[in-house]
């Protein structure tokens, strides 16, 4: 489906996304696998919650970090966690 | 010959990643017989399972040190009665559980237990896709046992993950095979083929499908990648017999995995207690800590500095760290040697020489009567592989 501000992605039912210190970073983890996220990717996906709309994960990173400009990064990252199955769209 | 003298690389523990794979082999018992197992041959000889206790400072040891994901395996795990104990200290310490299970033993009051417990994920194994392959080559009558166990794991709202491990005797059935997954909404299914070690070393010639065979397979799993899409996810593992180049195996030699076997041995793969002359630390006297970072068990082969020709000069090195010590140990009887895969080893014939003896159907060391798994003929045949 196409991703508009309105989206809300929340992280699959077979996922758990959680903080490894021994890492030093976020990882998604699934049925005999895990990937180990980069900073922004673990911010996005933690978010993920299936409350929150694209719009809103937007502006709670931005005031977090104190940027701007983050829509078209997001929404870049949400379509390919979608094509991974990271996330369910509704 | 084997030369188990060399000096072993003293290691920077700063540049040793943690064990993040972590696989807790709880019982080597398990009801089926199947011809491939990979559980040493000898098995029967162990004894002193580790206790409930042992294994939750295995967990914790191995927590702390950052290992995440975490599969229990075996033999058959379900045999353990303190399955779900165990499985829930894991869950509370932030492992992502993973049960590995024939689904013998299965029913809903375990499965019940077990999700209770925080398990996150069970992988179900099928040996073929009919009632008579299945139980034939499991020497059982479990495959509707196994059709109830797919039942329940998806009523529990699990992912449903098959595994089904493919050899001369069931690559033909591919299609029976896949459909099978499509009637149990399998979202992941592996079809595995057999590797050689353990019984499956004992096996060889009887399992190791022809070339013929194996690229029929892989045809049929590609058309139905296409007719079907992603809705279930097909990871189809050719034999490294037939590569050039061996696998990665484990990814390197201490550099992810750890293996805790039934009696309390840290090995580095599941197959490694049979390479000689190396000593594996026991869970009971050693911390995690100390067995991933400090033994020689797994400093042995960390890394490459241990390499001999012709992997210690070769580009390729980083790529595949030699492959598989056991089997440069079963093949070229050396465990530092390449590993025999790789056509640029000495031993790489004894290799072609098996695969070539697969293309001629009915040859007389493929007709000899396969060896079932079983704790007799385990203790006949008293050898490791
Ligand atoms: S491979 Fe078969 S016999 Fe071996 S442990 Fe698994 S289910 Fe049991
Ligand atoms: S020679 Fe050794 S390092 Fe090179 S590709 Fe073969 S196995 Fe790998």
């Known amino acids: ?90 | 010959m084997t030369d188990l003298s060399e000096a072993v690389a003293v290691q920077d523990t700063a540049k040793i990643g943690p064990p993040l794979w972590l696989l807790a082999e709880l019982t080597y018992r398990c009801p089926l017989h199947c011809v491939y197992c990979y559980n040493p041959v000898d098995f029967a000889k162990t004894e002193d399972e580790l206790t409930t206790e042992q294994w939750f400072k295995v967990l914790r040891e191995a927590r702390e040190l950052g290992s995440v994901q975490c599969g229990f395996s075996g033999g058959e795990p379900m045999l353990r009665d303190d399955l779900e104990v165990i499985v829930a200290e894991a869950h509370r310490l932030g492992y992502y559980t993973n049960l590995l299970t024939s689904g013998v033993g299965l029913n809903e009051k375990r499965i019940g237990a077990l999700k209770e417990a925080g398990l996150d994920h069970i992988q179900l194994s099928f040996q073929d896709s009919t009632r008579e392959m299945n139980d034939f080559l499991s020497s059982t009558r479990t495959f509707d046992l196994k059709r109830r166990a797919a039942d329940m794991i998806k009523a529990h709202g699990y992912p449903m993950v098959m595994n089904c491990t493919i050899h001369r005797h069931n690559i033909d059935h591919i299609e029976a095979i896949l459909q099978l997954a499509s009637d149990i909404d399998a979202e992941y299914v592996e079809l595995a083929n057999t590797q050689y070690y353990g019984w499956a070393q004992v096996n060889r010639d009887q399992l190791l499908p022809s070339r013929e065979q194996l690229e029929r397979a892989e045809r049929i799993t590609n058309e139905w990648r296409e007719k079907h899409g992603n809705k279930m996810k097909l990871f189809f593992v050719v034999p490294d017999y037939y590569e050039k180049r061996p696998k990665k195996c484990m990814n390197g030699w201490g550099n992810i995995f750890l293996t805790i076997t039934p009696d309390g041995k840290a090995l580095p793969c599941h197959t490694a207690r049979m390479l000689p002359g190396l000593e594996f630390p026991d869970v009971r006297t050693s911390s995690i800590r100390e067995i991933w970072y400090e033994s020689e068990g797994f400093n042995r082969y960390r890394g490459t500095g241990w390499m001999k020709e012709p992997c210690s000069s070769c580009p390729e090195k980083e790529n595949d760290y030699g492959g598989c010590r056991c089997q440069a140990y079963m093949i070229a009887n050396d465990p530092a040697a390449a590993d025999p895969v790789c056509d640029k080893s000495p031993f790489h014939n004894r290799i072609t020489e098996v695969v070539d003896r697969a293309q001629i159907a009915g040859n007389a060391a493929q007709v000899k009567p396969l060896i079932y798994r079983g704790p007799k003929e385990s203790l006949q045949l008293d050898r490791p592989f």
């Open chain 1, 1 to 90: 489906m196409a991703i508009t501000t309105a989206t809300v992605p929340k992280v699959g039912r077979n996922f758990r996304i959680q903080w490894e210190p021994a890492q030093d970073a976020y990882v998604l983890l699934y049925p005999e696998g895990m990937v180990k996220l980069n900073q922004s990717a673990g911010e996005i996906l933690k978010r993920c919650d299936g409350a929150a709309n694209i719009a809103a994960i937007i502006a709670d990173l931005e005031t977090t970090f104190n940027a701007q400009g983050l829509e078209a990064d997001v929404i870049a990252f949400v379509e390919l966690a979608e094509q991974q199955k990271w996330v369910d769209l509704t």
